[in-house]
């Protein structure tokens, strides 16, 4: 009778076993292209990736290289202060996106060229989310900003 238990219980745990893992690796398959990696100007110059690799670039937006185009196209270039990138976008911009800002952008590196599909810019480095005011309030941590 024990050995039926313990053949069961092992039967049981290798058919956890198995379910988790296969979970993982259905998790994994469905992710494989919601995963953007983050790159820098310099690691593009680097090691360019393949034109159809959709990766994230960011920066700063250089001072004077913001161009305007035909329609809603604008070209500008970002760096990291080592190397820039062109960067192009169709599209509106976001309304904090401005020469000297941070900005990340996702997209794929064609011909020399970053062809951006989302452009995200920095908040202003005294931004934070309400959610996390209301959270250090609570803990007594949280100090209002001194006005400029």
Do not use: C, W
């Not at 238990?5 to 290798?14: A, D």
């Not at 004077?64 to 192009?88: H, L, M, N, P, Y």
């Not at 990340?104 to 959610?131: C, N, R, W």
């Amino acid at each position: 009778m024990k050995t039926l238990k313990k053949r069961r219980r092992v039967q049981i745990i290798l058919l956890a076993f198995v379910a988790l893992a296969l979970a993982t690796g259905l998790i994994g398959y469905a992710m494989r292209d919601g995963i953007n990696y983050f790159r820098s100007p310099t690691q593009v110059i680097a090691e360019p990736p393949a034109p159809n690799e959709v990766f994230r670039i960011g920066g700063l937006v250089e001072e004077g290289s913001i161009v305007r185009g035909q329609g809603e196209t604008v070209r500008f270039t970002v760096t990291d202060g080592g190397e820039s990138v062109k960067v192009a976008f169709t599209g509106v911009l976001p309304d904090l996106f401005s020469e000297g800002q941070g900005m990340v952008g996702t997209g794929s590196y064609v011909d020399g060229v970053f062809q951006a599909t989302e452009i995200l810019a920095k908040h202003d480095e005294t931004y934070m989310p309400k959610e996390v005011i209301d959270a250090l309030k609570e803990q007594g941590v949280y100090e209002e900003p001194a006005d400029s």
